[in-house]
T-cell receptor, first 113, second 111 residues
Framework: DTGVSQDPRHKITKRGQNVTFRCDPI?????LYWYRQTLGQGPEFLTY????????KSRLLSDRFSAERPKGSFSTLEIQRTEQGDSAMYLC???????????FGPGTRLTVL | GIQVEQSPPDLILQEGANSTLRCNFS?????LQWFHQNPWGQLINLFY???GTKQNGRLSATTVATERYSLLYISSSQTTDSGVYFC?????????????FGKGTHLIIQP
């Protein structure tokens, strides 16, 4: 068990550029979650997958955000036309089933200049 | 949606002291977790405790689901215990599975 991994760990981009983050969950975990954390706040839920199906999206997930989990393994989160307000830590978590312990990755810190 | 309130927001203690952190939530839950966030942002699992009592070394936690609160106890604090402690819950009705986090308790342990 190698834990949840995320790549890249840090990303600096210019406003208007597109960025994509990757999350590799713990193997055999069916559920995968994305959260966003801004400075001084607790993480906020964005979306989650049961295998390859995206089951819930938060109202925080604007049209510029899209997430995928092809084949029910790793997931990607893409942000199009980034804005300075997108600067945050993006966290990924996975769990075996609903209601189980969620294990978090180290996060991707995004800075939009 | 479900509300989570943590108290106190800030806590400064001397090394060796004991502390109690509280988490109140507004509805029934099927998941409650306590995390410690290290200076690099990593969320470290402390307890999965939607009900009952658990202990792990100097840390213990109790959740009284019927009264909608959870407590995290830290005994004999060490400087390495410093950081932000988060409580997070998932509402047990409606199929929602994402965790709702409190604002955290910022703990500083002074030598």
């Amino acid at each position: 068990d190698t834990g949840v991994s995320q790549d890249p760990r840090h990303k600096i981009t210019k406003r208007g550029q597109n960025v994509t983050f990757r999350c590799d969950p713990i193997s055999e975990h069916n559920r995968l979650y994305w959260y966003r954390q801004t400075l001084g706040q607790g993480p906020e839920f964005l979306t989650y997958f049961q295998n390859e199906a995206q089951l819930e999206k938060s109202r925080l997930l604007s049209d510029r955000f899209s997430a995928e989990r092809p084949k029910g393994s790793f997931s990607t989160l893409e942000i199009q036309r980034t804005e300075q307000g997108d600067s945050a830590m993006y966290l990924c978590a996975s769990s075996l089933e609903t209601g189980d312990t969620q294990y978090f990755g180290p996060g991707t810190r995004l800075t939009v200049l | 949606g479900i509300q989570v309130e943590q108290s106190p927001p800030d806590l400064i203690l001397q090394e060796g002291a004991n502390s109690t952190l509280r988490c109140n939530f507004s509805d029934s839950v099927n998941n409650l977790q306590w995390f410690h966030q290290n200076p690099w942002g990593q969320l470290i699992n402390l307890f999965y405790i939607p009900s009952g009592t658990k202990q792990n070394g100097r840390l213990s936690a109790t959740t009284v689901a019927t009264e909608r609160y959870s407590l995290l106890y830290i005994s004999s604090s060490q400087t390495t215990d410093s950081g932000v402690y988060f409580c997070a819950v998932a509402y047990s009705g409606g199929g929602a599975d994402g965790l709702t986090f409190g604002k955290g308790t910022h703990l500083i342990i002074q030598p």
